[in-house]
């Protein structure tokens, strides 16, 4: 059974900074494509980050230069650094496992952060 696990959101001030980890199981990981995924209220889902199985990043343009994405395969983990948060980064963040090859796609149940002075 596939599981992401997301953990490290909640209420921080603008200007500063979270670090969301994902934990997976279940999945091979290391050969995964691995993404962070936010949406507002009344928003679509979009693509905050994401980070090929051989390490190329890619990023939303609103967070690009403030956001790191980065992944221990070592412990099936994909993080999120976030810093400089604004009001507009508020969202649930959901972490997603890719391996197209296989056509299978999974996503975590998500976590709050809220930015708020």
């Known amino acids: 059974q596939v599981q992401l696990v997301e953990s490290g959101g909640g209420l921080v001030q603008p200007g500063g900074s979270l670090r969301l980890s994902c934990a997976a199981s279940?999945?091979?990981?290391?050969?995964?494509?691995l993404g962070w995924y936010r949406q507002a209220p009344g928003k679509q889902r979009e693509l905050v980050a994401a980070?090929?199985?051989?390490?190329?990043?890619n990023y939303g343009d609103s967070v690009k230069g403030r956001f790191t994405i980065s992944r221990d395969n070592a412990k099936n983990t994909v993080y999120l650094q976030m810093n400089s948060l604004k009001f507009e980064d508020t969202a649930v963040y959901y972490c997603?496992?890719?391996?197209?090859?296989?056509?299978?796609?999974?996503w975590g149940q998500g976590t709050q952060v809220t930015v708020s002075s």
């Open positions: 980070i090929a199985r051989g390490g190329n990043t």
């Open positions: 997603n496992a890719k391996l197209p090859s296989f056509g299978l796609d999974y």
């Open positions: 279940g999945i091979i990981f290391s050969s995964s494509g």
